[in-house]
């Protein structure tokens, strides 16, 4: 909105103002469009140039976010935002772009560079070593907790990486093997011999006199040579950063508690896992973890109570069978079996509302009905001469119109509740794993 007035006396200085206002602007729109801002300002230093390479000044930016109520901006968010504006300003780097919250807290923190500028910095090297840890203990946990239960095991894992970098060139020669590159074959031949004739005038005339036969002597010469060239192998290896170089897991593994005795004297008894599960769990977050005996890899697997286990109450614990996340689940009576389904038990209780409130109405309607016809039906059943009493038995006694009526259904919710109450009285077990079913999987979805 700056430019659509014209102004004819602005100088260059007020110009360049107004266009650093008008993209501040437009970027701070940009901004406060993500779902997580819910105000923005930019503030934008454009880059300084001169002949001097000591006197250029490279381009900034500053970004102050206000966030919604309960929003948080992610590391990837921040970076985001700092890509976006750095687009939108000539020769401003995205490393130049400060993002802070209300409260002062920097979003995009820049990471030190320690071992150089390929290298990566201490806070990049803890967290990528930090991942790594995370991602293996992540897949142990997965593979046991089918087998132990949520609770029953801990596991740690301890990375060492290494960071340093470089290239490395190979050259190797096999004799073995070797090949003719060039060859090159020379042949020389000259002949020498005296002189001979008479000498003088007559010699050298056009038609000198027959030449008595001389016998001369040559000189041959051949000459080869033949280059041959070993098998050569050249092999470069560029070592990348983050190459775990040992890792140690620890695994410990609670102990089973059962409960002997009945009311206040019963007593807990603890009992360890046996060698041979060990040594399947040891097996198990080996392979899980991907150690390498070759490289110095270690796990260890120890079992020893836990806390939870020693202070838990009697009967806090289920029997030692199985897990609750892998026991299956008890059968139930086919009229109940579809409860199990939350859609349909949804459906079912919707249903349920609008048949009772059916039912009401209908109650409700009878009920008039039947006062109606009371009110009809009680002077017709009068006699004609009867005494001032009567009247008041005919209304104390019951109306014959009301034992025609037909008699009320009973409510679907009575007949499901009886039902109910008659499968927990027959099997109480199973009853009490449903519910501890149910209350599993509503905390696992939470």
């Known amino acids: 909105e700056l430019f659509d007035k ?24 940009s901004v406060m469009s993500l779902a997580a801002v819910e105000q923005a300002r930019v503030h934008l230093t454009f880059p300084k140039e001169s002949v001097f390479l000591e006197a250029r000044q490279p381009a900034k930016a500053s970004v102050l976010v206000k966030l919604r109520p309960g929003a ?52 990049a090297t803890l967290e990528y070593r930090q991942a790594v840890e995370r991602d293996v203990a992540a897949k142990i946990a997965n593979t046991l907790e089918p087998l132990l239960g949520p609770d029953k095991f801990r596991v740690s894992v301890a990375a060492e990486c290494d960071f340093t970098s470089g290239e490395q060139s190979e050259e190797s020669f096999d004799p073995s093997r070797s090949v003719m590159l060039a060859s090159q074959k020379t042949e020389e031949y000259a002949s020498s011999g005296g002189a001979a004739g008479t000498p003088g005038t007559a010699s050298n005339l056009p038609r ?22 070993s098998s050569r192998t050249v092999r470069r290896i560029r070592i990348p950063q983050g190459a775990v170089k040992r890792m140690s897991v620890a695994v410990v593994v609670d102990h089973e508690v059962s409960w002997s005795g009945e009311g206040a004297g019963r007593q807990r008894t ?54 609750l996340a892998s026991r299956p689940a008890p059968s139930l009576p086919a009229w109940l079996g579809p409860l199990r389904d939350e859609k349909l038990l949804v459906a079912a209780g919707g249903a349920l509302a609008l048949v009772l409130m059916l ?11 039947r006062k109606k016809r009371v009110q009809v039906e009680l002077p017709q059943q009068l006699p004609a001469a009867a005494p001032a009493a009567a009247p008041v038995e005919a209304v104390n006694r019951p109306p014959e119109t009301a034992a025609e009526l037909p008699a009320a259904p009973p409510k679907k919710s009575e007949v499901v509740a009886g039902r109910l109450r008659e499968t927990v009285k ?7 794993q449903i519910l501890r079913t149910w209350l599993t999987e509503e905390e696992e979805a939470v």
Do not use: C
Not at 78 to 95: D, N, Q, T, Y
Not at 297 to 315: H, R, W
Not at 426 to 432: E, G, K, L, Q, S
């Open 72 to 123: 948080r901006l992610t590391a990837a968010n921040a970076a985001a935002v700092s890509h976006l504006v750095a687009s939108a300003v000539e020769g401003l780097a995205p490393e130049a772009v400060t993002i802070l919250d209300m409260q002062g807290n920097l979003l995009n923190r820049p990471r030190r560079q320690t071992a150089g500028e390929e290298g990566m910095g201490s806070e």
């Open 359 to 369: 039912v009401g109405v209908v109650w409700s309607w009878l009920r008039r009905r």
């Open 208 to 229: 000198p006199a027959a030449k008595t036969a001389s016998s001369g002597t040559g000189l041959s010469r051949q000459t080869e040579s033949i280059t041959y060239q």
């Open 426 to 432: 027959a099997d109480p077990a199973a009853a009490a």
């Open 6 to 29: 014209t102004n004819f006396g602005a100088t260059e200085f007020s110009e360049q103002v107004n266009y650093r206002r008008a993209l501040e602007g437009e970027l701070e729109r």
């Open 270 to 323: 603890l009992t360890p896992p046996s060698p041979e599960k060990l040594k399947v769990i040891q097996d198990l977050a080996s392979a899980a973890a991907g150690l390498n005996p070759q490289r110095g890899d270690q796990i260890i697997v120890e079992s020893l109570p836990f806390e939870s286990s020693l202070q838990a109450p009697p009967g806090a614990e289920l029997p030692p069978t199985a897990p």
